[in-house]
């Protein structure tokens, strides 16, 4: 499945912004799709996650309360919601595709494809 991000933006703190996820190729069901992040100088990390079926969820520390992540069927995407965003939240965010089991759904390794990642800058 090939991944297209979008939403990224410039905000001042406090801000919200959506990102989404689209596929090409083939429709998300079967898939979790994952959002990462990478700010200069530091790994990537894991933002969220969400069972195309079923719709589970999963959030890293750092995100859990202010992000939330959701599947638009009937346009094929992954949207994730950003609210309070900070100055920390600054990074490139990327959307992934792939079929974790449970315990491995916040490691980037469990994924097969990415998109080419969109910037996100949050001011103070």
């Known amino acids: 499945v090939q991944l297209q991000a979008s939403g990224g933006g410039l905000v001042q703190a406090g801000g919200s912004l959506r990102l989404s996820c689209a596929a090409s190729g083939r429709p998300f069901s079967g898939y979790t799709t994952a959002w990462f992040r990478q700010a200069p100088g530091k790994e990537r990390e894991f933002v969220a996650a969400i069972r195309w079926s079923g719709g589970n969820t999963y959030y890293g520390d750092s995100t859990k309360g202010r992000f939330t992540i959701s599947r638009d069927f009937t346009k094929n995407t992954v949207n994730l919601q950003m609210n309070s965003l900070k100055p920390e939240d600054t990074a490139v965010y990327y959307c992934?595709?792939?079929?974790?089991?449970?315990?491995?759904?916040?490691?980037?390794?469990?994924?097969?494809?990415w998109g080419q990642g969109t910037q996100v800058t949050v001011s103070s």
């Open positions: 992934a595709a792939g079929t974790p089991i449970l315990s491995t759904a916040r490691l980037e390794t469990s994924y097969v494809s």
